[in-house]
């Protein structure tokens, strides 16, 4: 009987063990439930979006187009359910990102419409750039807003040797024309581009821009060496204060950008210099020409050789249309034979160096178009080749050390480009019959 009662006991604790097991799911069968508990409270996958320009375009329709000519916002957005009064809130609320007054003829543009019988525009984005492009929002409360494209840039090397124009030698081996510009634009004081002579060469390290895999232009020039007329010229770009101009200086720290530019003009050729002893070809005598002329396309722009005040901007029968500008108490400069003045340009005010102040033209006692350049020294009409200008102010001290360091590690860079060999000049010479040779790399 006491065997029973034992056998009954542990029988009783096993169905208590069943039982609690059941209940707390912790003894039996643990991997179906967690198995079962996963299952049920997995949520589905969200499903991906469609974006463009950022966008979510799940439930709307694309439609890409071109600015046609003459074709104002109005005449865009109307077909898409678009009412004036809201075009016209649109231009004035856009008046600070992107003026819509701005649109190009034929540059892209896309409408984000829905998917109904209505077509209502919901998106208008002008794509003017490859740098950025600009969305009008077109909901509710109508927003505008400018999006810039993330840039990547890529830093190159290039060296080359000029035997016609510096323009032949960047255009013809296909070399990004930019670096033409920037060229001038950093030896506009020191290099006379006009005389350039047949084997000045030139090394450069630049930045390449480039926006998802394609190049879309050149950024800043950070050094370069112009071998011009048997003499090396440096320029190491260092942006260490605003004040400091076009931020490049040469190898010893001083200032690239002197008091006044070596010409008016771009990319002309001098077509008749200062000369006393000149046959004037409309007068058809002798007759002193007191200035330089610069030949270029009608329309050119003529900039300001340096800062000052106009205290001219007239036409006389001889000069045609014409601008005088004092510099100081010493220099003044003249531009002729103007097709029109810059806007803005008149007597009395003050303009700096590198600003528009005409385009060139052949008014006046002229044969064709170009600018006559007069300058003038102590009230007295001088050869501006000649004259040995008054240089800029130096870099402050405080920052010639640091400079040393960063320009120190930018020659060695530039020191090792290397030109191209005598005998692979003469080849490529004869195969391109052309005026330029180039090799190119990728910095270290």
Known sequence: MAINKQRLFILVEIILIVLLSLTTGSYFLP??????SSISSAEPPAPEHEYLYDIII?????EEH???????LSDILLPYNINYQTIDKL?????????VRKLRTDKKYTILCSKDSTRTAQYFIYDPSPYFYVVYDLRDDLNVYKVDRPIDITVKTVSGVVYTSLWNAIADNKMPWELAVEL???YGWSVDFHHLQEGDRFKLIYEEESIEGETVGVGTIRASLFE???SDVYAFYYPKDDKFGDHYYDENARPLRKAFLKSPVKYTRISSPYNLRRFHPVLKRVRPHLGTDYAAPHGTPIYAVADGNVTKASYTKGNGRYVKIKHDKIYSTQYLHMSRF??????GVHVKQGDVIGYVGSTGLATGPHVCFRFWKNGKQVD???EKLPPPEPMPKEYVEEFNIHKDSLKIVLDKIPYLSEEELAKRRELLNDSTYVVEGILP
């Open 91 to 99: 231009a004035k609320k856009a008046e600070d990102v992107f003026d």
């Open 184 to 186: 001038e634009n950093i």
């Open 58 to 62: 799940d439930d709307l329709n694309v």
């Open 228 to 230: 011009h007329r048997e």
């Open 66 to 72: 071109k600015i046609e000519k003459n074709q104002f």
């Open 31 to 36: 991997s179906l439930d967690k198995a079962a």
């Open 384 to 386: 501006h080749r000649r």
């Open 342 to 347: 810059a806007k803005g340009i008149k007597g």
